[in-house]
């Protein structure tokens, strides 16, 4: 027998469905709330308020799971391969070899900016936020694939995806070489994905760049686990912004502006400037604990705490161990991942942090990760874009396709002054 939820307002008494899902997480249905009652929920982070059905990917925030398509994350560390990844997520399967094998030789064919659009780098300021130069140019990358502003058949929306997905890491790379007045280096059509992005970021003229393999999977890894998050702020402006029918470039260059924020993909810059002080010693790890638990103090201590983990972010697991492998094969060590391991010790014995299940999240040790190939803070959060990319895609198609999906608009709940008139400058 379906559950149902009785409502009682004054002398009514209204029965509202009550869904249930895959895992057995249950929702009350309020679609018909307005209708029969004239009443609206209030929910204003939307922490109690399922936005739409998907088949994406499945949290359990107090088990710390996270599976794309029903497959666990942890089962994609030994092989990494990020395209693999991206392709389930959108077309809701694992790809056959030939399926995987035509949608990297797109992903390769797509990999070039327009000159056009690579000249505009030149008009930039040199310390542009290239989170900045990122929302833009996928915002100005529609100019130049105007066939795509309506998507008439599955095939260009494949095409579409392909184009986004690989010259996001082109745009990346020229806005790294762009601030620091080296020369562009061009798509390596013989590289795969995570390489040919190293490539582009590294390469000089005269001496190659040599990608060693544990830090091409490294790299497969870090986009991989932050391909796709149910969802999370950046996910639901792509679809918000979906929902009006803009188109999937505009939709994306929105999702990239939401995850710059220091709350979301902004995260893992502020870890790293963090404990670069703690290392510099301009702070010490028990004052970051101090100054977090300190409510008339706006400092968090960023890559802890989660809307949905009550428990350690899988994610933030894998990383952690990672760390160890790639700095076992780069032969060297990173102080900050000490001290982070040394801050995470002190948080998780205090009961401030265990009290409110604040746990490490994606973003306190992806940033060591990143710093251990030599990518820039300043390019963190892009390297957080191009690993949710895909699930940004995957979500918009998903609403996309779906019949019942409609614009979004909340309602709210008025609170300003009652009718009053206009006053004449002269009154006033
Ligand atoms: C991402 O949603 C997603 O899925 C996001 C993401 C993804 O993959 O897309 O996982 C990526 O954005 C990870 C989160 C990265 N952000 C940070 O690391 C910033 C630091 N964390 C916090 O700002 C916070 O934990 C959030 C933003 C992540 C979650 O915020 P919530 O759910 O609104 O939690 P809250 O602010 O209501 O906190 C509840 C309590 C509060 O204290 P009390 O009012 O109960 O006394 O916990 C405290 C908060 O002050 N708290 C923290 C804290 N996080 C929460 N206190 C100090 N430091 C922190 N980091």
Redesign the pocket.
């Given at each position: 027998m379906a559950d149902k939820a009785i409502l009682i307002i004054g002398d009514q008494r209204i029965e509202l469905p009550v869904l249930v899902g895959t895992e057995g997480e249950r929702a009350v249905d309020i679609t018909t709330l307005r209708e029969q009652t004239g009443l609206v929920t209030y929910d204003p982070?939307f922490?109690n308020t399922a936005a739409c059905k998907s088949d994406i990917t499945f949290i359990d925030g107090e088990k710390g799971i996270l599976r794309y398509r029903g497959i666990p994350i942890e089962q994609f560390t030994e092989k990494p391969n990020f395209v693999e990844v991206a392709w389930l997520l959108i077309f809701g399967r694992l790809p056959k070899k030939d399926e995987l094998d035509l949608f990297s030789q797109r992903l390769t064919e797509n990999e070039l900016l327009h000159e056009g659009l690579r000249h505009q780098y030149s008009h930039i300021p040199v310390d542009a936020p290239p989170m900045a130069i990122l929302s833009a140019t996928l915002n100005n990358l529609a100019c130049f694939h105007q066939q795509f502003f309506k998507l008439v058949d599955d095939e260009s929306f494949v095409e579409v995806a392909a184009r986004l997905i690989s010259k996001v890491r082109t745009i990346a790379a020229f806005s790294h070489r762009r601030s620091n007045g080296l020369p562009f280096n061009y798509p390596d059509p013989n590289l795969r994905y995570c390489a040919n992005f190293l490539h582009m970021m590294f390469s000089i003229p005269y001496k190659q760049y040599i990608i060693t393999p544990e830090i091409e999977d490294a790299l497969n890894l870090i986009f991989i686990l932050?391909a796709d998050?149910?969802q999370?702020?950046?996910?639901s402006t792509v679809r918000t912004v979906g929902s009006a029918r803009a188109n999937l470039f505009a939709s994306c260059a929105a999702g990239v502006s939401a995850l710059w924020g220091?709350?979301?993909?902004g995260?893992n810059v502020?870890v790293i400037e963090m404990l670069e002080r703690i290392h510099h010693g301009g702070l010490a790890p028990e004052d970051c604990l101090r100054m977090?638990?300190d409510?008339s103090n706006p400092f968090?201590?960023?890559?802890?705490?989660?809307?949905?983990y009550k428990n350690y972010?899988p994610r933030a697991k894998i990383l952690r161990e990672s760390c160890d492998r790639v700095f076992a094969t780069l032969r060297r060590q990173d102080p900050l991942l000490d001290i982070a391991r040394k801050l995470e010790e002190l948080a998780l014995a205090d009961s401030y942090f265990v009290d409110?299940k604040?746990y490490p999240?994606?973003?306190f040790y992806s940033g060591i990760l990143l710093r251990a190939m030599g990518i820039p803070t300043n390019v963190f959060t892009v390297c957080f874009a191009i690993g949710?990319l895909p699930g940004w895609i995957a979500q918009w198609k998903e609403q996309h396709e779906d019949p019942t999906s409609r614009i979004t608009r909340p309602r709210q709940v008025y609170t300003g002054p009652p009718q009053t008139d206009y006053v004449p400058m002269d009154q006033r």
């Open positions: 982070s922490g932050h998050h149910e999370n702020c950046s996910t220091p709350l979301h993909g995260a502020e977090a638990k409510k968090r201590l960023f890559g802890f705490g989660h809307r949905v972010d409110r604040l999240n994606v973003d949710r």
